[in-house]
């Protein structure tokens, strides 16, 4: 699967939108973007995922740009819950269902 | 619908001890696949099983070894367990056969282990 690099740490203002950057240059066609989050000491949440189209739904929104080499996740008015570590994986390049997870980036939202 | 649920959620373990971890997915999901995360080497790939077959395998050492039912739960094992094995164990399922079709995969709560 492709790797991905990401910043290490963000903030973001309370009620504002949180745009969290990915990228993934060696992206191969089948392969597609997966976000999820992982607050302390829980398992990671499933947020979002696309293969080219931007997606959007009740959590956040995707955008992927046109030659899919990175990634945007949006969280559009962040509150405090919102505090987490955000991994952003591509997967699909093999059979089967794993995940290879980087480092993430550590969201913080401050009031 | 009930979410991948794990047990036991907290275990302390003595070196040289095996373990037994069980995971349950979510109903209707085929597969399970199994991660270890430590402050140091972050969220690691361990195994993955579908209809009961193991499908993918980690860089773990053969310590580290799983099986799957027919009712598709799951149970990872760890023999001899080292100081290192300290960790945050996390099972997954998916509702489909592989990532390639766009399946999502859903994570439980995790099994702590402390070895001690």
């Known amino acids: 699967d492709a790797k991905t690099t990401q910043p290490t740490s963000m903030d973001c203002a309370e009620g504002r939108a949180a745009n969290l950057p990915c990228n993934h240059s060696t992206i191969s066609g089948n392969e597609y973007v997966y976000w999820y989050r992982q607050i302390h000491s829980q398992g990671p949440q499933y947020i979002i995922h696309?293969?080219?189209n931007n997606e959007t739904n009740e959590m956040a929104s995707l955008i992927i740009t046109e030659d899919r080499k990175s990634s945007t996740l949006i969280l559009p008015h962040a509150t405090l819950r919102d505090t987490a570590v955000y991994y952003c994986?591509?997967?699909?390049?093999?059979?089967?269902?794993?995940?290879?997870f980087g480092t993430g980036t550590s969201l913080t939202v401050i009031p | 619908k009930a979410g991948v649920t794990q047990t036991p959620r907290y275990l302390i373990k003595t070196r040289g001890q095996q373990v037994t971890l069980s995971c349950s997915p979510i109903s209707g999901h085929r597969s399970v696949s199994w991660y270890q995360q430590t402050p140091g080497q972050g969220l690691q790939f361990l195994f993955e099983y579908f209809s009961e077959t193991q499908r993918n395998k980690g860089n773990f050492p053969g310590r580290f070894s799983g099986r799957q039912f027919s009712n598709s739960r799951s149970e990872m094992n760890v023999s001899t367990l080292e100081l290192g094995d300290s960790a945050l164990y996390l099972c997954a399922s998916s509702n489909g056969q592989t990532l390639r079709a766009g399946n999502t995969i859903y994570f439980g709560e995790g099994s702590w282990l402390t070895v001690v």
């Open positions: 696309g293969l080219k």
């Open positions: 994986i591509v997967g699909g390049s093999n059979t089967g269902n794993q995940f290879y």
